[in-house]
């Protein structure tokens, strides 16, 4: 019996010893997943792409984890997720044309929103750990051969669909119109997402840097892009009662259309003319307000109106009547930089597509 004894207390003191040297209870040491230390032996790196963050809580573990990850991938976790939100919003837009359509991404809408995709990677698989001192240790991990089929999937749909609007554009009898121009910048939009996904896939399977799309790129294409725009002058006539009025308005419609690349003349002559008309009224209530109209429409070279918008709201000034009108003034030259006319005609742009 002293025996046994002499045998199973060397044992035990060898197991504190253990455990007191690695801060662990022999329960702790159990239930302490391996890739908390071992995170090769885990998940080795020729399969996975894994990181292991830690943090006082989930969110912060789950932030320096994802942080990790995209950092193995080349990127920024801003830049992922903008490139997936960009290219589901893409896929939605496109929903139903017959010009452009999406097969194998479908269901792309529904993994940004759902555990699938974290902040911007599709496939991402998170395990977490609580450690008794409160410590919240985070793994982030994709699998390489099942991630990389996916976005591999993808990138070929997206060239497929890149080479249709380019071959549509190209076949387009005249070349200095809007229907060139909206393949040509809706094809630079999925090329900006397709070289991300290519991004991936290349810190996925390092081999795929010898399958780049032939397409050359979104650069490429921008270029393209760049080139067809400037073969479009939009002559801009606004009417307005104040001169000075007249040169900030057409000033702000000019910079929209400079901004998507386009030429400009302020003297109305172009490819397209833009018709403008803006009014400002001024309204009898019991604060001082003034309302605004803007009605425009975009003629193409026979004159034939091809887009047309109309807007009107009033704004208010407590006190002071003349800030009343430069509020609503200020508003329709932001309704062309950036407001209602440029969401519209842009929404138009892109219904050239069907």
Do not use: C
């Not at 896929?91 to 792309?108: I, L, M, P, Q, R």
């Not at 994709?142 to 076949?171: C, F, H, K, P």
């Not at 009343?324 to 062309?336: H, P």
């Amino acid at each position: 019996m002293k025996k046994r004894t002499f045998i199973i207390v060397p044992f035990m003191i060898a197991l504190l010893l253990i455990f007191s040297t690695t801060g662990l209870t022999p329960l702790e040491a159990q239930t302490v997943p391996g890739w908390v230390y071992e995170l090769e032996r885990a998940f080795p790196s020729r399969d996975w792409v894994a990181v292991v963050a830690n943090g006082s809580s989930q969110p912060q573990a789950e932030n320096a984890a994802m942080n990790a990850l995209a950092r193995a991938f080349k990127t920024d976790v801003a830049s992922l997720t903008q490139a997936s939100q960009r290219f589901s919003q893409i896929v939605s837009e496109t929903a139903g044309k017959k010009t452009v359509s999406f097969d194998e991404s479908k269901n792309f809408s529904q993994d940004v929103n759902t555990s699938a995709n974290v902040r911007g990677l599709i496939g991402v698989q998170i395990d977490v750990y609580r450690a008794p001192d409160k410590t919240v240790y985070v793994n982030a991990r994709m699998n390489r051969r099942e991630s990389a089929a996916r976005y591999s999937g993808m990138i070929r749909e997206n060239a497929a669909t890149i080479n249709r609007l380019l071959a549509d554009a190209a076949a387009i009898p005249e070349q200095d119109t809007f229907e060139v121009y909206s393949r040509l910048s809706f094809a630079h939009a999925i090329a900006v997402v397709t070289d991300n996904f290519q991004n991936i896939l290349e810190v996925l399977d390092p081999t795929a840097v010898n399958r780049k799309p032939e397409y050359g790129g979104a650069n490429a294409i921008k270029i393209k892009m760049l080139e067809y725009a400037s073969r479009i002058t939009i002559g801009i006539v606004m009417d307005t009662e104040q001169a000075t009025d007249k040169t900030l308005l057409t000033r702000a419609a000019g910079s929209f259309f400079r901004n998507l690349a386009f030429k400009i003349n302020e003297h109305g002559m172009g490819n397209y003319v833009l018709r403008a008309n803006a009014r400002f009224e001024g309204l009898d209530q019991n604060v001082n307000s003034y309302r605004y109209y803007l009605d425009a429409a975009m003629e193409n070279r026979e004159g034939t109106a091809v887009f047309t918008f109309t807007e009107d709201d009033r704004k208010a000034h407590p006190n002071n009547t003349a800030e009343a009108r430069r509020l609503a003034v200020r508003a329709v030259e932001t309704s062309f930089k950036e407001g209602k006319f440029a969401q519209e005609f842009n929404s138009w742009l892109n219904s050239l597509l069907d």
